[in-house]
């Protein structure tokens, strides 16, 4: 059983975005804390640090999921994804971001990355979605500029490119 | 005035008016381009506030705050907090009051505020200290530490009720809560009333609540002792009238307080203004702990105190004809402000004052304008700025006016619309409308099948017995405000003395390097409009070049960029305003280069055009130059430059537009320089088993002038519109009834997401502004005026009722539309009448009652009642009892419910005492969960076997478990007293359990002991 | 809102999660996917001292269906029990209330055992185990017990578990062929704490009729289908016996108003489905 007490500093490491990171940190340190602190990757933001707003969405182990609620320590020897490892490099977005550009789908850009992130998530199991399924997951972020009709125009617009349908994502 | 250009939000490719000046076609400007922000952002690479990498040495601050509405602040030891690990410092208001003078307020009034409190607090969440750590986390480990002693003092919340005789003073040195008020009169309102066919009168209220960002506010200070100069960074918004405010406070000249502003902001919507307090307070902190402060609010915090757009009762009536004509409006708006009036308060109330007769054309007017303070967080700028208050009052009336002609809502609109060809058009409060054509907006948003649309849905819902309502609202949109229409708030004597403020300064620069890259900088503040991308489109249209030649940086730094009072990003400014100057600025390079131009390629300077890249004559395409080889000339070769033209190429433009005179002598006064327009319609289903309320279908109808980029003002309105729908029917800021404050989560605070946002449909027309040069004006904060009121009319409609209380929650509407219950409960927990339960929301005493039976007699219940000892035993979680006096004890208590627990500090009073009979149970608790106090009857009587009591009890709860747990507290404070006499019953040996609850009955037999 | 300082134990038994617990007792919390606990850690709510977390104990994350039950076990998460292709057949009603559980984003995290184990009387999952008449499976360094869900929540955020006891796994009934479940949630925003949600399983003789939200935990009634014509009646009295807690969001009265007005529906929807 592991045991850290309390204001130890442990040695956590997981893969970020495909590369190994580390910190020594408290057992309670946020997951979020650490990918903005300690790991520098302030890609990810944080907005109410209760869960509800999901401007802190990562990956963890593939699956979308609150970095907020979530302790860097639970983080360690998994795989965390975060914005900053969407793009396919330096000259392209990918398909998601390029939607969201297209359609105007973030202004401030503040919630973009948690949305961006659970979309990765839910198109990689939905990929034919209907409108009402990307409404009911993204039901689980809080944009405060968009009004949100550019968002979801821009995940069904992402869902086209990624199955291929190019036709349709021309029209 | 030309016509207008009619577009549809669908229509692929927009036709438009043609340009005052002849343009490239290949111009960006007004096409809907993708933003260049994005590719940053959608990449993680934004640079907000708190990405900044902070100095080395940086600590952490943490804000201690009044878990109490009002009191006496008696003593603070911060000794324990002090000697925790990793802390540094620890602030209070001595400190400030040291090192620092009270905020500058609009108001000749005794209404000091510093940053942190000095000697007593006025509302929940008011700084009170500020610990400095190593870091966040034990920044806030010390924050409970430290030791805050209050002796609370009635508050008053509600403003009508403040401004009542013998009501509390939040301000003891004002007279009264009332801190401003003033009439106006315009036209002669009273001989219209006396003439009308009827008066029609309304009362609304406009709730409190903030389009809040989505990040908080950041504040990273730092002081140089060798000059004795503070260097901030915030992701302060504007306006930058408050920057001499915060000089002044810390003392400082303005010179010597470095503001920044970073490269990206996480929204602001108004609210980031109110950041200032805290710019002030770290960089006090800064100079007393000699190190970097860093603070990063949380969202508990900004819930609790940031800021709030403010409340305002409005009663209004006017006078009408029988045919519908508006002859004459009078209102009364009082406006609550909280605790303090920050710098530019009271803004709401005077932003609008020059078009207070909104749309229509109303000749006579009287207003009485009041400023209220109360204990609740201040308010400020917020989105919107004093419309949506305006057209509550307003709109509503309009619908109430149709009502009492029994004429159709939009012939009343349309009888008393300002005119087609009535532009410029001077309002009766001064607002001179540049532009528009109001009655054909709403023909467009009516045509085209959508109103018959909306009938008929109406119909085919009434028909099957279901609500359904239709609504509308019309309302005047002003953009960039005059700097001066605040001063209508003191008379024109005082104003003379005083001498004029007036008109709106915008101020850009733009820069062309050696390489010919083009740089701009300019007076604004980022919030995530995109001003980067149409700042770019407008200087491109100019010059002649791809978006990516420009690079716009709109960090803002006091000490080396230009800037006014008027600078900051808000009351759409930037559309009138700043684009302006930015396109002045473009022009006087571009007429800089084409002078160079025309020099080296032998023609005249008006033959030369700016095309791709390339400068170049109109009549002989083929005789230019690269954009890049000219600019150089400016720089490397100034020997070529024509005659008395000065080296280098960098133009700051100034704009100040002529309009935007101080109030006249009478108090008119225009209030903006640009005013668009906005019509929508919307109809509404109202769910009879829920009280639910579901917008159906949604038409927003724009005139802004010229769109400068079609795709941007789109997603300005779509933001607008959801936080009016907020305002509508979700978002509330709740205080008890005694200052308590109840929206501490987003769990509570109700942001709409994706699923509660209906689809809307949106339709523009473009009357460009002649008072601009590039004919746009504002069009952000139109949906947060029309929006709130426009379902509030619709939702009147479908329930017949006058009253809309906003947000239009189900609870509300069923409270108001639910009949007598059919069986109400044995104990009512609450009350069974629509009336009452409508009185009592936002009463802060939970109540309850039961009653549990014991197999002792009456005697001995009473004796163990009155003995510490047994007291000790039977309060829950207690550790340590102290008898102060008789029948008056101090405790520690651990109370909670499930994971939810905290120590606390109790007080316990037994009075009233009727011996074997009656007793009244009372006292209260503090801890770092918050308070609560609470006073209950205990009532004894012999029964077969032993005693039965009964008792009710009240209890208040506030501070942090009100604010975080309201939804589990009703249950908790039930559970904790019951925990209370079950412990008591299960020590003298109970023998048959509590009324109702089974549970209840199971835990007692469970908990029997013999005796 | 950072937690305070607490013990991490991670034990990667079963046994070792026991015996962590027979440690700390009440000062110490079970955390599975903390989507709760967490926010509450956050808030400075909770005061603990030390934090079990289970989420990888290899033994907690198995789904099991036996002949009467699909047992699940306390790490496994909201989304894998949503996620199986079978669950609409296995236990209807659970594919129906499942969605309704905060959010996509908490779902990948959260997990069954903890949200019956927080006892919120207003979650959809402990309505649906009291409703089913499902069972909670308790460890402790003591041994194994299993209690009926009735028995098992007590009252807001109560139940029966002893400090030193870890859910191990809760068991769902199965569906029976010929029954059919209706869900229906009333609550401000999609995903929020519902204000009042209802649940209702139709059987061969009677309905079964649950209630969240309104009484300091689940209610559960069995109505026989003789009584059905007077539905309207026993369940105005059903809700002025469960009273209903007040909170900003809605008085005692909206609630009892909407059990009212929705326990027909829903057991209509339950109707409907039953064949
Ligand atoms: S910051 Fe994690 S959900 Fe808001
Ligand atoms: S883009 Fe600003 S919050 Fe979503």
Known sequence: MLRIAPGERTLVTFELDGRPVSGHVEPRMLLSDFLRQVAGATGTHVGCEHGVC??????????????????????????????????????????????????????????????????????ARNPAPTEDQVRDTLSGHICRCTGYAPIVAAVMEAARTLRGDATENAA | MSAPAIRSAQAEAPSRPPRAKDRQSSSPLGQPIPRKEDEALLRGRGRYADDVPAPAGTLHAYVVRSPIPHGLIRRIDVSRALALPGVHAVLTGEDVARLSDPFLVALKQPIPQWTLAVERVRFVGEPVALVLAEDRYIAEDASELVDIAYEPLPAIVDPEEAVAEGAPLVHPDCKSNEVSRRDFTYGDPDKAFAEADKVVKLRVDYPRNSFMP????????????????????????????????????????????????????????????????????????????????????????????????????????????????????????????????????PGPLYRMHGATTGAYDVPNLYVVNRVVLTNKAPAALIRGFGGPQLYLGLE??????????????????????????????????????????????????TGEGRLEDLKRRRDAARAKGRHYGIGFAAVVEPSMSNMGYLSTMIPASARERAGPKNGAVSLATVNVDPLGTVSVTADLTVQGQGHETVISQIVCDQLGLKMDDV?????????????????????????????????????????????????????LPEDIEFVDGMIRSKTNPDNGLAFARVAGTAHWSPVMLPDGMAPGLRETATWAPPELEPPSGDDRINTSLAYGFVFDMCGVEIDPDTWEVRVDRYVSMHDAGRLLNPLIAEGQIRGAFVQGLATALYEEFRYDDKGGFLTGTLADYLIPTVT??????????????????????????????????????????????????????????????????????????????????????????????????????????????????????????????????????????????GPVKGRFRA????????????????????GPLGDASGAGMLRLEPIEGGTRISYDYEVAVGGRAAAIGGRLLDGAADLVIRQFFERFASRLGASSGAPSASWWNRLTSALRKPQ | MKPRPFTYLRPDTVAEAAEALSEWKEAARVMAGGQTLIAMLNLRLVDCEAIVDISRVPELSAITRTKTHLEIGAAVTQNRVLSRPELAQEVPLLAKALPWVGHFQTRNKGTVCGSIAHADPSSELPLSLALLG??????????????????????????????????????????????????????????????????????????????????????????????????????????????????????????????????????????????
């Not at chain 2, 309009?398 to 009343?412: G, K, N, S, T």
Request: aromatic letters at 6%.
């Open chain 1, 54 to 123: 999901g401007c802190c969405t990562v990956l963890l182990d593939g699956a979308a999921s609150r970095s907020c609620l979530t302790l860097a320590v639970q983080a360690h020897g998994r795989s965390v994804g975060t914005v900053e490892g969407l793009a396919p490099g330096e000259q392209a977005l990918n398909a998601l971001q390029a939607a969201f550009r297209k359609h105007h789908a973030l202004q401030c850009g503040f919630c973009t990355p948690g949305i961006l992130m659970s979309f990765t998530d839910f198109l």
């Open chain 2, 214 to 345: 989505m990040e908080c506010f950041v504040v990273v200070a730092q002081f140089r002792p060798s000059d004795g100069s503070f260097d901030v960074l915030a992701n302060f918004q504007g306006p930058f009238s408050a920057h001499p405010v915060m000089a002044r406070a810390l003392r400082v000249s303005g010179a010597k307080l470095r503001l920044r502003t970073p490269a990206d902001s996480g929204g602001s919507f108004g609210i980031k203004l109110s950041v200032f307090p805290f710019v002030v307070l770290m960089g006090l902190a800064a100079r007393i702990s000699g190190r970097p402060v860093k603070w990063v609010e949380d969202r508990y915090e900004h819930l609790l105190a940031a800021s709030s757009g403010p409340n305002r009762v409005t009663h209004i009536e006017a006078a009408v004809k029988n045919d519908g004509r508006i002859t004459a409006l009078r209102m009364d708006q009082m406006e609550d402000y909280g605790a303090f009036l920050r710098a530019p308060m």
């Open chain 2, 396 to 445: 509503r009336l309009v619908q109430r006016i149709a009502l009492a002609l029994d004429m159709d809502v939009l012939d009343v609109i349309r009888k008393n619309l300002v005119p087609s060809g009535a532009f410029p058009y001077r309002a009766a409060a001064g607002a001179l409308y540049d532009s528009g054509d109001y009655p054909l907006c709403v023909d467009i948003a």
């Open chain 2, 551 to 603: 690079v716009v940086n709109l960090e803002m730094d006091t000490v080396k960029d230009q800037w006014s009072i008027a600078a900051g990003t808000y009351s759409c400014r930037f559309s009138p305003g700043t684009a302006v100057a930015v396109h002045h600025a473009a022009g006087a390079i571009r007429d800089k280069l084409a002078r160079i131009a025309a020099n080296q390629l032998n023609v």
């Open chain 2, 756 to 897: 509660e946002v209906p689809e809307i449909e949106l339709l523009h027309i473009e009357s460009p502004s002649p008072f601009t040069a590039l004919g746009a004006k504002g069009l952000a904060e139109g949906n947060c005026m029309s929006t709130p009121v426009c379902i509030a009319n619709a939702v009147a409609d479908a329930l017949g009722i006058e009253h809309v209380p906003l947000p239009v929650t189900p609870m509300r509407l069923h409270a108001l539309m639910a009949g007598p219950e059919k069986t109400p409960p044995r104990q009512a927990k609450a009350t069974s009448t629509a009336a009452t339960a409508a009185k009592r929301e936002g009463a802060r005493e939970l109540t309850g009652s039961g009653a549990v039976t014991i197999g002792a007699p009456v005697a001995q219940v009473w004796r163990a009642l009155l003995d510490p000892e047994n007291l000790k035993a039977t309060i829950p979680g207690c550790h340590a009892l102290d008898v102060v006096g008789e029948n008056d004890y101090r405790a520690e208590v651990s109370l909670g419910v």
């Open chain 2, 907 to 926: 007080e316990v009073r037994l009075s009233d005492l009727d011996p074997e009979r009656s007793g009244r149970l009372s006292g209260g608790i503090t």
């Open chain 3, 134 to 275: 499902g069972e909670v499976v308790l460890r402790s360094t003591r041994g194994t017990r299993v209690l009926k869900a009735a028995e098992f929540q007590r009252g807001l955020l109560s139940t029966a578990r002893e400090p030193d006891e870890l859910v191990t796994a809760v068991r769902f009934p199965l569906g029976a062929k010929g029954e059919g479940t209706g869900f229906r949630e009333v609550a401000r925003r999609h995903g929020d704490f519902a204000i009042v949600s209802l649940a209702a399983r139709a059987r061969a003789d009677a309905i079964d009729l649950g209630i969240g939200g309104v009484a300091d935990r689940p209610a559960v009634r069995t109505i026989p289908r003789a009584d059905l014509s007077r539905l309207d009646d026993i369940v105005d009295a059903l809700a002025a016996e469960l009273g209903g807690f007040e909170d900003i969001h809605a008085t005692a009265r909206y609630r009892r108003d909407l059990v009212r007005r929705l326990a027909r529906p829903v057991i209509d929807e339950a109707l409907s489905c039953s064949a």
